[in-house]
């Protein structure tokens, strides 16, 4: 059965950092591409990273770029996503989830294969 799990819930101050996690199980971890995606009460889902293990290869919105970077560590099936420069409008619900894709410089989902989301509260 195929298992998603975040941690790093946490409430911020704007400028600081936080790291969240998410450990997979259920599948061969280095066959597929692991990504994050945040929502905010009321919005739409955002796409917010996207990695693959078996190459290396990462991308990131343009609302994160330069501020958060996404790493995996193959051992132990976890992929990381680090928060640096936390602002208000990262307050959201992160997920990750299985397989992302990006397609013209968009980050979505193929596989509906989610994990249970964790709080990220960044306040001023």
């Known amino acids: 059965e195929v298992q998603l799990v975040e941690s790093g819930r946490g409430l911020v101050q704007a400028g600081g950092s936080l790291r969240l996690s998410c450990a997979a199980s259920g599948f061969t971890f280095d066959d597929y591409a692991i990504g994050w995606f945040r929502q905010a009460p009321g919005k739409e889902r955002e796409g917010v990273s996207c990695t693959s293990s078996s190459d290396g290869s990462t991308y990131y919105a343009d609302s994160v770029k330069g501020r958060f970077t996404i790493s995996s560590d193959n051992a132990k099936n976890t992929v990381y996503l680090q928060m640096n420069s936390l602002k208000s409008e990262d307050t959201a619900v992160y997920y990750c989830?299985?397989?992302?894709?990006?397609?013209?410089?968009?980050?979505?989902?193929?596989?509906?294969?989610w994990g249970q989301g964790t709080q990220v509260t960044v306040s001023s």
């Open positions: 989830a299985a397989e992302c894709t990006v397609v013209a410089g968009i980050i979505d989902s193929s596989h509906d294969y």
